[in-house]
């Protein structure tokens, strides 16, 4: 059964880095792995994906420029590189999984295995 256990939030000072990881276990193929965030009282917004295959990657306009998707094939994990943090990007912050797709896009649907999150919080 696959597994995704994140870490490495907490609270961060505005214009602060923070780098989030995401171990994953019990499968032999994923198509493509994303970031997930979601704050009290809004909808779940997707942060960015990452193509295993070939590294290919896609992020959503709120976050380009400041945020890195990542992942390290031998040790399994997925990470987030956030920088420049703001305010709003304050969240619960999620990886998933999704094992077959033709698209690679954290706004798609498809992604089946979830994590249990990270909460992520910036002050100003």
């Known amino acids: 059964q696959v597994q995704l256990v994140e870490s490495g939030g907490g609270s961060v000072q505005a214009g602060g880095p923070l780098r989030l990881s995401c171990v994953a276990s019990g499968y032999t193929y994923t198509y493509c792995m994303g970031w997930f965030r979601q704050a009290p009282g809004k909808e779940r917004e997707g942060v960015a994906a990452i193509r295993t295959g070939d590294g290919f990657t896609n992020y959503a306009d709120s976050v380009k420029g400041r945020f890195t998707i990542s992942r390290d094939n031998d040790k399994n994990t997925l990470y987030l590189q956030m920088n420049s943090l703001k305010p709003e990007d304050s969240a619960m912050y999620y990886c998933?999984?999704?094992?077959?797709?033709?698209?690679?896009?954290?706004?798609?649907?498809?992604?089946?295995?979830w994590g249990q999150g990270t909460q992520v919080t910036v002050y100003s």
């Open positions: 998933a999984e999704k094992t077959m797709g033709r698209v690679c896009d954290p706004q798609e649907a498809g992604f089946g295995y």
